[in-house]
């Protein structure tokens, strides 16, 4: 984030749940994050969830606390979750609630190789357009 920061350009969060990952009902089939990352977010919401906390409420409170991103989007099909989350908008994390995403992060979400799904889908586009032998015009 200091690259941003320090350049005066904002940062916007567009998905603090992840695309699903971090929730309980998991991420959609189509998610692009590596089956491994998938597992561990599996795990950590079926740990939060034994923990008596919601690991979805956790993620948007933890992302809307963070000063350095100004801005975060936050989308849903249901105007239940979206009642939730603009209930979770007007709260504070509480200490307990700190604890518990900083346990998430500690027990799970560290030891990651890799904690993001940056170009997977570009690179499988790119793999599937060689193996079909379609070529694109690049010189635009």
Not at 14 to 37: D, E, K, Q, Y
Not at 43 to 50: M, Q
Not at 73 to 82: F, G
Not at 120 to 126: A, K
Request: proline share 4%.
């Amino acid at each position: 984030m200091h690259f941003f920061t320090s350049r005066g350009i904002g940062i916007i969060n567009a998905s603090p749940v992840s695309m699903g990952l971090l929730s309980t009902r998991g991420p959609p089939v189509w998610h692009p994050a590596t089956a491994s990352i998938k597992a561990i977010c599996t795990k950590a919401a079926e740990f939060s969830s034994s923990s008596g906390h919601d690991i979805t409420d956790l993620a948007v409170l933890w992302t809307l606390a963070l000063t350095e991103i100004p801005t975060t989007l936050i989308s849903t099909a249901s105007s239940i979750n979206m009642e939730k989350n603009l209930a979770l908008a007007q709260q504070v994390m509480s200490e307990e609630q700190k604890k518990a995403a900083e346990m998430l992060v500690e027990k799970f979400f560290k030891f990651l190789s890799q904690n993001n799904w940056e170009n997977i889908e570009v690179s499988q586009y790119w793999e599937k357009m060689a193996e079909d032998k379609m070529d694109q015009n690049t010189d635009l």
